[in-house]
């Protein structure tokens, strides 16, 4: 495609309930990232993926956090048993190569009540 | 020393003004740079790269100085639509070239 798209747009679930979220990135870019933004603050690293190599999870805050990347292609980010804290805004980017600059998409609004 | 430091401001500037940011690394073995403009519950979007012997957009100019690990960004001739929050990106450390965020400086250009 010609951006990054992310679904759904915005999630409103219940405490305690999993959700996925969904990236496509640019076509042919071969790293991706995760980051998620509460309010007024600024981007958390959470799960980087490159080509084929295995994904870097070091930002993922807990157990309940996964990601997947099929093909090489789109990936999921998996919240499991989710808590009001994982209210946030998630955002995928993707890059050509790694060092190279990112492309966001426009994010999904997790809402957990 | 966090590995990306930025004054988060505001900047609140008139139309017409120059303002500077500057944002400081820890991580002396980067390469890459960039800075990235977030309006408000928006996704951030690329602004400019930084390259080591400096670059100009228009009325943007990024300028990198390795020795104090800082970049800089300087806008003239500010417009309302500039403002905007500016995000200063450098890679993490540890050569994994994963882009590690500022938290932003915040610019109100006002009338």
């Known amino acids: 495609g010609a951006g990054v798209s992310q679904s759904p747009s915005n999630k409103v679930t219940e405490k305690g309930k999993d959700v996925e979220l969904r990236c496509d990135p640019i076509?042919?870019?071969?790293?991706l990232y995760w980051y998620r933004q509460s309010l007024g603050q600024g981007l958390e690293f959470l799960i980087y993926?490159?080509?084929?190599?295995?994904?870097?999870k070091s930002g993922l805050p807990s157990d309940r956090f996964s990601a997947e990347r099929t093909g090489g292609s789109v990936s999921t980010l998996t919240i499991q048993r989710t808590q009001q804290e994982d209210s946030a805004v998630y955002l995928c980017?993707?890059?050509?190569?790694?060092?190279?600059?990112?492309?966001f998409g426009q994010g999904t609004r997790l809402t957990v009540v | 020393r966090k590995e990306v430091e930025q004054d988060p401001g505001p900047f609140n500037v008139p139309e017409g003004a120059t303002v500077a940011f500057n944002c400081t690394y820890s991580?002396?073995?980067?390469?890459?740079f960039f800075w990235y403009r977030q309006d408000c519950r928006k996704e951030p979007k690329l602004l400019m790269s930084?390259?080591?012997s400096g670059n100009e957009d228009g009325r943007f100019t990024a300028q990198l100085n390795r020795a104090s690990q800082y970049i800089s960004l300087l806008i003239r001739d500010s417009k309302l639509s500039d403002s905007a929050t500016y995000l200063c990106?450098?890679?993490?450390?540890?050569?994994?070239?994963?882009?590690?965020f500022g938290r932003g400086t915040s610019l109100i250009v006002h009338p």
């Open positions: 076509s042919g870019h071969t790293a």
């Open positions: 930084v390259y080591s």
């Open positions: 993926f490159q080509g084929n190599s295995a994904p870097d």
């Open positions: 980017a993707s890059s050509q190569d790694r060092g190279q600059k990112a492309f």
């Open positions: 990106v450098v890679p993490r450390s540890g050569g994994s070239y994963i882009p590690t």
């Open positions: 991580n002396s073995a980067s390469q890459s």
